[in-house]
């Protein structure tokens, strides 16, 4: 057992350790390497939970605060967990019957505000539900918030008149005049109920339109799924309107911002600048979405791409609105429009195969084969890039390249009608995954050490091959040495391929190898952009990092890097690029050039909805730059807010209240001071308190504020020597500085408490009283 328990126990830390670092896939697989074993230990599986979540696995982090839930079900913490979660997936049933049993926890162990909130979430879930409304009624009450139990009173008796107790529904509202006797609504309400009339039925707030969306596009989109799954277009409209619903969610929770999981910054809002919407475009975007949404469920096509039109021009450019709206033009038979926002919406891989598939059946429809052809080419593409093994997938979709030349010049038309029948035929059906493997299994083995082929071998006669044995030539001669010939046999080959961009790369490659490394560059960031504008984000960054490589301090290819990264949604990769830049201006003492780069950091964070343990990393660091130039009030403001995310870092609880300090801001030292203690008080750790003011104390022995809280700390803690020496030491810093009345109230404090040397007190006082 005590092996076991040692395993547990440095897994656990190892986990901790790495969730401090934000690196939540590390601290994922900690965790779960402590409940191999023991698989049911609330607290290792709550950690699990966490790391989940902050990896935005939302399911398997639900299913992991479940179990938890079960392992410890007096832990309302844990139910609370449960809730939020089954709420963000838009399980309202499941959320409310949580956040009920969380309320009732906290109820029992009389933790008032934390109940209050949970049956909050339980009446804004359900506006109907008269237990949550009667238990926030009384909580209020006992509370003392008069008004806010009047208003619950007030919902209690319309819920119980709509249910046929009148009687009691009076009785409510005589409550709520009892405690607020002026209330004009009470007064109304209990006019209309003599009168018979139907008193107003609670609301459903506006921040639980975006959860009410969620729920209805997961109705939408389930009698359409099987047990083989969805085809690709299917797939991509499921993505795209569980993404708008995301968006309603986040923006109709009061957030600010458009909070964009896996979804570039540049996708979402139009513009440069500050990057955050207006508040009337907020509501805009909020109100019209919402409605494309309602729209759809009730098969209103026309009204819904009116509705995405007008989300689009107050400023919400997502991606998934892209498709989206893509799609229903094509229904409504407006077929420019629909190319114009598919190949918008191609840029992302949730909806590249689909919108791919859909601009190559518009092509066609449109008399446009070899446009048809190519579209259809490129979704074989990249839907055949997802079932090789993933190292293969970049090297397969290079191999495209010549085919998908080839094609586009084919002048026969029954050649390319067929193409693209073959081709739709394979990937337009539910089993479109399993039925490319199957196809896989007729091409011939490839022998070990050669390129996959390509899955468009079986259904195109191409003349390709040519170019891609070339290829083949030029490497061999490259790792003979040859590389002459192997530069003189690459451009040979630009005669059946000038546009084949692997050839490009490949000339780029040699370059390097010939020491030319500018000439290198400059062929690798037209190739760059040339991938940029065909919308193939992966095999540009690829590009730019290899630039990177070769030329680390060139700071205008990070910065075409870090924007390829964001406007295609690897918002991660961005933010991890802009570490590296501002880690390079910092090496070279351009503080403030350092400072920017982590804060536009930070802004993409906050508008590109990556990981949000981001924001705190990055706000350290901010911070850290602050503090060496010696700007405490910059550095006060970030370490504010890393505190509202962080609550629980003593070092930014520190930091808060010496700045202050030095500041000469006592009010907010104190109040900062207050705050961290009614916090340790909240979450059942007061006994952290007495720690954390020593270690303050001999940090900062002349802060007489620090010192009366320590004496307050020891009195509560019936430590009474221990507070008498604390206040004995202030009334003498107080004298010192010439602060009679403070000395005098210091020593009428000590002398409360009963001290043994209680007469030495009262002789000092009266001497001071004396002097004064």
């Known amino acids: 057992m005590a092996g076991r328990e040692d395993i547990f126990q440095k897994a656990m830390s190892m986990g901790h350790s790495m969730a401090w670092d934000q690196q939540w896939d590390k601290a994922a697989g900690a965790y779960r390497k402590a409940l191999e074993e023991f698989p049911d230990h609330p607290k290792a599986l709550s950690s699990l939970g966490l790391a989940l979540f902050e990896l935005q696995l939302y399911d398997e982090s639900l299913q992991i605060y479940q179990k938890a839930a079960q392992a410890a ?69 006992r509370l003392g918030h008069a008004q806010q139990a009047a208003t619950e009173y007030l919902t209690v008796a319309s819920l119980l008149q709509r249910s046929g107790k009148v009687e009691k529904a009076a009785e409510m509202i005589e409550r709520a005049l009892r405690l607020v006797p002026n209330n004009f609504d009470a007064h109304q309400a209990q006019t209309m109920l003599k009168g018979g009339q139907l008193l107003p039925k609670p609301m459903r707030s506006q921040g639980d339109t975006g959860l009410l969306r969620i ?33 309603l969610f986040d923006l109709s929770d009061g957030r600010g911002n458009l909070q964009t999981p896996k979804h570039g910054m540049r996708s979402i809002i139009r513009g440069t600048g500050d990057l955050n919407l207006m508040r009337s475009d907020q509501t805009k975007i909020m109100l019209h979405i919402n409605q494309a949404i309602d729209a759809q469920t009730k098969d209103q096509e026309a009204q819904a791409a009116e509705e995405l039109e007008k989300a689009l021009a107050a400023g919400c450019m997502d991606l998934a609105l892209y498709f989206d709206l893509g799609l229903l033009r094509i229904k409504t038979e407006r077929l420019e429009s629909a190319i114009h926002h598919l190949q918008t919406a191609v840029k992302h891989a949730d909806y590249a195969l689909g919108a791919r598939l859909l601009l190559g059946q518009i092509q066609r429809q449109m008399g446009h084969l070899p446009e048809a052809v190519t579209e259809y080419m490129e979704a074989l593409k990249d839907a055949d890039a997802t079932v090789v093994p993933p190292d293969q997938a970049d090297e397969i979709r290079q191999l495209y390249e010549p085919l998908i030349e080839t094609n586009a010049h084919q002048t026969d038309a029954v050649v390319m009608e067929q193409l693209c029948t073959n081709i739709k035929q394979l990937l337009l059906r539910p089993n479109w995954r399993a039925a490319l493997r199957l196809a896989r299994e007729q091409l011939p083995k490839s022998d070990e050490g050669t390129p996959p082929m390509p899955l468009a071998e079986i259904l195109v006669q191409s003349q390709s091959s040519q170019v891609i044995e070339t290829i083949g030539r030029v490497r061999t001669l490259a790792r003979a040495g040859h590389l002459r010939t192997a530069m003189d046999e690459a451009f040979e080959s630009f005669k059946y391929a000038p546009t084949y961009l692997p050839l490009h790369t490949l000339v780029g490659d040699l370059l390097i190898q010939e020491g030319r490394t500018q000439d290198a560059i400059t062929k690798y960031t037209v190739v760059a952009e040339a991938y940029s504008v065909r919308g193939e984000a992966t095999q540009a960054v690829n590009l730019l990092r290899r630039i990177v490589q070769v030329a680390p301090m060139d700071l205008g290819v990070r910065t075409r890097l870090i924007d390829q990264l964001a406007a295609h949604g690897m918002v991660d990769e961005a933010i991890g690029e802009y570490i590296d830049l501002a880690e390079i201006y910092y090496r070279l003492a351009e503080l403030e050039m350092a400072r920017k780069t982590y804060a536009t950091a930070l802004r993409l964070v906050q508008q590109g909805g990556a990981n949000h343990a981001w924001s705190v990393k990055l706000m350290r660091r901010m911070v850290d730059i602050d503090m060496q130039r010696l700007d405490w009030r910059q550095a006060l403001r970030i370490f504010e807010q890393i505190r509202t995310l962080e609550p629980d870092d003593i070092t930014v609880r520190k930091s808060l209240i010496d700045l202050n300090v030095r500041l000469t801001q006592i009010p907010q030292a104190t109040a900062e001071l207050d705050s961290y203690l009614a916090h340790l008080q909240s979450s059942g750790r007061r006994g952290e308190a007495i720690p954390f003011l020593e270690e303050l104390v001999n940090e900062s022995p002349k802060q007489g504020i620090l010192r009366r809280a320590l004496a307050e700390e020891y009195r509560q803690a019936e430590r009474i020597p221990e507070a008498v020496a604390q206040l004995d030491t202030l009334s003498d810093l107080l004298l010192n500085a010439g602060d009679r009345d403070g000395a005098i109230q210091t020593i009428e404090t000590i002398m409360a408490m009963n001290p043994p040397n209680l007469e030495d007190y009262k002789t000092l006082l009266t001497k001071i009283r004396t002097e004064a």
């Open 73 to 141: 079900p007096n832990d309302p913490v844990l139910l609370e967990k449960v809730g939020q979660l089954s709420e963000r997936l838009g399980n309202i049933q499941e959320a409310i019957q949580s956040f009920l049993k969380a309320a009732e926890l906290y109820t029992k162990n009389q933790e008032a505000e934390k109940a209050l909130e949970n049956w909050v979430n339980v009446t804004q879930l359900d506006p109907e539900h008269v237990t949550a409304h009667a238990y926030l009624a009384m909580l209020h009450e």
């Open 215 to 247: 729920t209805q596009v997961k109705q939408l989109e389930s009698p359409k799924s099987t047990d083989t799954g969805l085809d690709p277009i299917a797939e991509a409209r499921k993505h795209a309107l569980t993404r708008l619903a995301e968006i």
